[in-house]
């Protein structure tokens, strides 16, 4: 599988995913788990790692980004639309030096995808979905990955 195959539609899914569920529960952005960040600022941080992890790999720029959660959701997606597989041929050869908090890194694109950008994506993606359930939003297994369906009165 290819880096951008592996990077980019997934991306591009899960935040419409993050998308659909902000809309649906605004007023419950706010809410947080413990001492966590609130769920859009979660949110908001998943899709910054969606380009942090997606432009060096296309060898590209990371754009600044809006703060708040929807516009910044729209330039994502946008910039993740624009880039093609061709922009990432050769990235299994390349090196990302980057930080995660204090540690500097030096990894293989496949180490930082794999070990780095898609744990973090989704690790804050899943505490701001988990921040709204626990504030009360009706949301389910569909609701986070847009695949699976139950019925109405089916309980976990």
């Not at 946008?78 to 061709?86: K, N, V």
Request: charged share 20%.
């Amino acid at each position: 599988m290819s880096l951008y195959s592996a990077s980019v539609p997934v991306f591009r899914h899960y935040l419409a995913r993050a998308q659909a569920i902000a809309e649906a529960h605004p007023q419950a952005l706010d809410a947080r788990i413990g001492d966590s960040f609130p769920a859009g600022q979660h949110f908001a941080t998943a899709a910054g790692f969606a380009l942090r992890v997606a432009c060096p790999l296309a060898e590209r720029e990371i754009p600044e980004l809006p703060r708040s959660l929807a516009p910044r959701l729209a330039v994502v997606r946008a910039t993740l639309g624009a880039m093609r597989p061709e922009d990432f041929l050769g990235a299994e050869a390349r090196r990302i030096r980057h930080k995660a908090g204090f540690a500097e890194l030096d990894q293989t694109a496949d180490e930082f995808l794999h070990l780095y950008g898609l744990p973090n994506f989704f690790f804050h993606l899943t505490m701001g979905y988990a921040a709204l359930r626990q504030a009360g939003a009706a949301l389910g297994k569909a609701d986070f990955d847009g695949f699976h369906a139950y019925p109405p009165d089916f309980h976990f």
